[in-house]
């Protein structure tokens, strides 16, 4: 089985500060995890991924998230918010070897404000 | 250029009729996907196809009957609608599984059941 959850329905940030946006993760294997945006009325994009490798992964947009197998998360970070971050952001979670489901579970995602 | 496209972009019609939603990819994916997305913005998993096979068939109303022609299309066909249905559907693309670059997704078809 495979689940992700996002803490946080909301996050406010200044401009110019470094923002988190939270996400934790359910598998019986290992995971594959993802990080989406999605502008208003448009489409999700991807930003970037976890497959194996380093624990914190570069994307897309100067986003990086960090992989914590202990703490089964993957926060999306970034150093200096900018006012056009503000998106919805969805974290997905794909079980590779617990028999999971082909497909990623997406997370309900996290509205992200940031005040000029 | 649009890599993937759907149509039409907003549809509103009223319960009980019968609706079309077409997409289609140009990026030379094997795989397509329709999500729901509701209005609390979750998003779920309706089908997937591979290679115009049906490989994911989730718990959806058998109202919803997903077509693929060929490889870069997946449409939506929507029988009997009814006002649950309202939501924005989305449709995505990826090779294979979409483990290397992701899902790439359309602009969305905003239902709205009345």
């Known amino acids: 089985a495979q689940s992700v959850a996002q803490p946080e329905d909301q996050v406010n940030v200044a401009e110019g500060n470094p923002l988190t946006v939270k996400c934790t993760y359910s598998?019986?294997?290992?995971?594959?995890l993802f990080w989406y945006v999605q502008y208003p009325n448009r489409g999700l994009q991807f930003l970037l991924k976890?497959?194996?490798?380093?624990?914190l992964v570069k994307g897309s947009y100067g986003f990086e998230a960090e992989f914590n197998k202990s703490q089964t998360s993957f926060h999306l970070k970034k150093p200096s918010a900018l006012v056009s971050d503000s998106a919805l952001y969805f974290c997905?979670?794909?079980?590779?070897?617990?028999?999971?489901?082909?497909?990623?579970?997406f997370g309900r995602g996290t509205s992200l404000i940031v005040h000029p | 250029d649009t890599a993937v496209s759907q149509t039409p972009k907003y549809l509103v019609t009223q319960m009980g009729n019968d609706k079309s939603i077409k997409c289609e990819q140009n990026?030379?994916?094997?795989?397509m996907y329709w999500y729901k997305q509701d209005s609390k913005k979750f998003l779920k998993i309706m089908f997937s196809?591979?290679?115009?096979?049906?490989?994911i068939n989730e718990t959806v109303p058998n109202r919803f009957s997903p077509k693929s022609p060929d490889k870069a299309h997946l449409n939506l066909h929507i029988n009997s609608l009814e006002l649950g249905d309202s939501a924005v559907y989305f449709c995505?693309?990826?090779?294979?599984?979409?483990?290397?670059?992701?899902?790439?997704f359309g602009s969305g078809t905003r239902l709205t059941v009345v």
């Open positions: 995505a693309s990826s090779q294979g599984s979409g483990t290397n670059y992701g899902y790439t």
């Open positions: 598998v019986s294997g290992n995971p594959y």
């Open positions: 976890y497959i194996t490798g380093d624990n």
């Open positions: 997905a979670v794909r079980d590779i070897t617990g028999g999971g489901s082909y497909i990623p579970t």
């Open positions: 990026l030379g994916h094997d795989t």
């Open positions: 196809y591979n290679n115009k096979e049906l490989i």
